[in-house]
């Protein structure tokens, strides 16, 4: 089955300092690895992926994630948050392999990121 | 990234009625449009895939009669909520895999808020 672990309900960060959103998914072939951050009473807006390549990706608004496999991870990092980064981030993944869940994109319970000035 | 759009944003309605969602998807052409049902501060439940022209799949315990989809064209799909009752209200977010980029990118409307009164 696969699954995404968002450990994290709520992370604080100053404005100016980095931040990291963790993420640990669960599958049983290749992941495809997702980030959404949603804004209040808002749909979510990608952020970025991991298909294949380079194990740091970079995507929108600075943002970028680290894949590592051996510790089945994709934390979200920004080297310099901003207020206005404040919102609801998930992880999500994509088992590419198995059909198991109907190549469905399975998203982990969500993370408030809080940036304060 | 892409566009997809939700509409409306916003409806409130008298318990007993039906309300419709529309979800299009701008730039791109989507097979495969998913439903999803979010209530506070929680994650994303996923009510449905809808697929053009054929029957929705829906997930384990979502009511195929009370809430009805119909994937009419490569561009629409629309969720309609029938008898609306007030357990029934809740934010609704519409999604399509866009088949161009690399991962099958989902992306997101803006979501519908329903209150049934």
């Known amino acids: 089955a696969q699954s995404v672990a968002q450990p994290e309900d709520q992370v604080n960060v100053a404005e100016g300092n980095p931040l990291t959103v963790k993420c640990t998914y669960s599958?049983?072939?290749?992941?495809?690895l997702f980030w959404y951050v949603q804004y209040p009473n808002r749909g979510l807006q990608f952020l970025l992926k991991?298909?294949?390549?380079?194990?740091l990706v970079k995507g929108s608004y600075g943002f970028e994630a680290e894949f590592n496999k051996s510790q089945t991870s994709f934390h979200l990092k920004k080297p310099s948050a901003l207020v206005s980064d404040s919102a609801l981030y998930f992880c999500?993944?994509?088992?590419?392999?198995?059909?198991?869940?109907?190549?469905?994109?399975?998203f982990g319970a969500g993370t408030i990121l809080r940036v304060k000035s | 990234g892409a566009v997809v759009s939700q509409h409306p944003s916003r409806v409130i309605c008298k318990s007993g009625t039906s309300v419709k969602i529309e979800c299009r998807s701008l730039?791109?052409?989507?097979?495969?449009m998913f439903w999803y049902r979010q209530f506070p501060k929680k994650s994303l439940m996923l009510m449905a895939t809808?697929?053009?022209?054929?029957?929705?799949?829906?997930e384990q315990g979502v009511e195929k009669d009370k809430f009805l989809i119909n994937h009419a064209s490569l561009t629409l799909s629309t969720l309609t909520v029938t008898s609306a009752h007030p357990e029934d209200s809740s934010f609704y977010i519409c999604?399509?895999?866009?088949?161009?980029?690399?991962?099958?990118?989902?992306?997101f409307g803006a979501g519908t808020r329903l209150s049934v009164l």
């Open positions: 809808s697929n053009e022209g054929s029957k929705a799949t829906y």
């Open positions: 730039d791109f052409q989507a097979t495969t």
């Open positions: 999500a993944v994509r088992d590419i392999l198995t059909m198991e869940y109907g190549n469905k994109l399975v």
């Open positions: 999604s399509a895999r866009d088949p161009r980029q690399g991962g099958n990118i989902q992306y």
């Open positions: 599958v049983s072939g290749n992941p495809y």
């Open positions: 991991y298909i294949t390549g380079d194990n």
